[in-house]
């Protein structure tokens, strides 16, 4: 399906025609691997559920470094470009997926019979509400992107840098925003089994200590992000392109500071959605969710673009990051009350 509508779902994305024929290139193996992404994703998180979130670690990480290792092999050794970049992510993906499949004959929680294995309607029924925020929250980011790709595309051009270095710093700016919001995952995939556990145990008191640790830690990993991307940006856009790019650098550090200013208040949503998501609340996982990108920063960037340009696009990251912020705290001080009013937590 991608592969039929691919050059017009590039085009809907932003490409413009000069990043066009490069996108079309890398995109097309990337749709290759795709099922093994996918498979990746539900195979970690079941792997998790059985006890060993370190086994999913590993995994997730021999297949980053493959990644990483075989990305400037071949695209400087070899030449391949962006298609060698490509394939590497690839090769990473499924030497990730053959990790996953080994682990089968060592499940300790988790049994394959023919009773279990057959489709229920209930359980599936209970595994989609709990799985929509955050297959919800895939399909908001992916709108955001396309969104905001565009912003880039159609106001970069009417400033100095054109369309092209708009939309090529955004995506790098994305590239490393991705691994700072990997890092959310990481903590609220990990902590939500522990409070899933407790909850259902009754033993509330644990749930929030768990809670108010991951936002301790949250709060450490965004303010680490926001001041890399705040001291260093000009150092982060040198690893994308040579010294001589000066405008495209320039460029970079104004859209990295600027969209990335409130950036150390992003874990408390992420970790909050997770919380509500644990125990059972996927209505309120759900609206924390789409709060930053559906709710916020979508509107905010048509709006604001549509007054001050290139400026107002990227200023409506750090509202929204803000407005998601607020909206997630008054959810959970709301819980807390309701909690302390059933005596959960005397």
Same mark, same amino acid.
């Given at each position: =399906?991608?592969?039929?509508?691919?050059? +017009?779902? !590039? !085009?809907?994305?932003? *490409?413009? +025609?000069t990043i066009l024929p490069v996108a079309l290139q890398y995109t097309r193996i990337i749709l290759f691997g795709l099922p093994f992404m996918i498979f990746n994703v539900a195979f970690t998180a079941i792997i998790r559920s059985d006890g060993n979130?370190?086994?999913t670690m590993r995994a997730m990480m021999i297949g *980053?470094?493959? $990644?990483?290792v075989l990305d400037p092999v071949f695209i400087f050794y070899f030449h391949m470009g962006v298609q060698g970049a490509a394939i590497a992510t690839i090769l990473g993906q499924i030497v990730s997926g053959i990790?996953?499949?080994?682990?089968?004959?060592? %499940?300790q $929680?988790?049994? %394959?019979?023919? @009773?279990?294995?057959? #489709? @229920?309607? $209930?359980t599936a029924i209970m595994i989609l509400s709990l799985g929509i925020p955050s297959f919800i929250t895939q399909i908001a980011t992916a709108c955001t992107q396309i969104v905001m790709n565009n912003m880039m595309r159609i106001y970069g051009a009417a400033t100095i840098y054109?369309? @092209?270095?708009? #939309?090529?710093?955004?995506?790098? =700016? =994305? +590239?490393?925003?991705?691994?700072?919001? *990997? =890092?959310?995952?990481?903590? /609220?995939?990990?902590?939500?089994?522990?409070n899933g556990f407790n909850y259902g145990a009754k033993q509330y008191q644990r749930v929030k200590q768990t809670y108010s640790t991951a936002i301790i830690i949250a709060f450490v990993i965004s303010t680490s992000w926001w001041l890399i991307y705040q001291i260093f940006p000009a150092q982060i856009a040198r690893l994308f392109v040579n010294h001589e790019e000066t405008q495209y650098i320039l460029f970079a550090v104004y859209c990295y500071r600027f969209y990335m200013m409130a950036f150390f208040v992003y874990g408390l949503p992420a970790v909050t959605a997770s919380f509500f998501q644990a125990i059972g609340k996927p209505i309120n996982a759900l609206a924390i969710s789409v709060s930053r990108q559906i !709710? %916020?920063?979508?509107?905010?960037?048509? %709006?604001? /673009? /549509?007054?001050y340009g290139l400026n107002g696009a990227l200023l409506a990251a750090p509202i929204a990051d803000i407005l998601a912020f607020l909206f997630a705290m008054v959810l959970i001080v709301y819980e807390w009350k309701k909690w302390n009013e059933k005596g959960f937590l005397s």
């Open positions: =399906m991608g592969n039929l509508f691919l050059e +017009k779902l !590039l !085009l809907l994305c932003g *490409a413009t +025609k979130p370190q086994y *980053a470094a493959i $990644n990483i990790i996953c499949i080994c682990y089968i004959p060592h %499940f $929680n988790i049994t %394959f019979q023919k @009773d279990t294995v057959l #489709l @229920d309607i $209930n054109g369309s @092209d270095i708009a #939309l090529s710093c955004y995506g790098t =700016m =994305m +590239k490393v925003y991705q691994i700072a919001h *990997a =890092m959310f995952v990481g903590v /609220s995939s990990g902590t939500q089994p522990i !709710l %916020f920063l979508i509107p905010l960037a048509i %709006f604001l /673009s /549509s007054h």
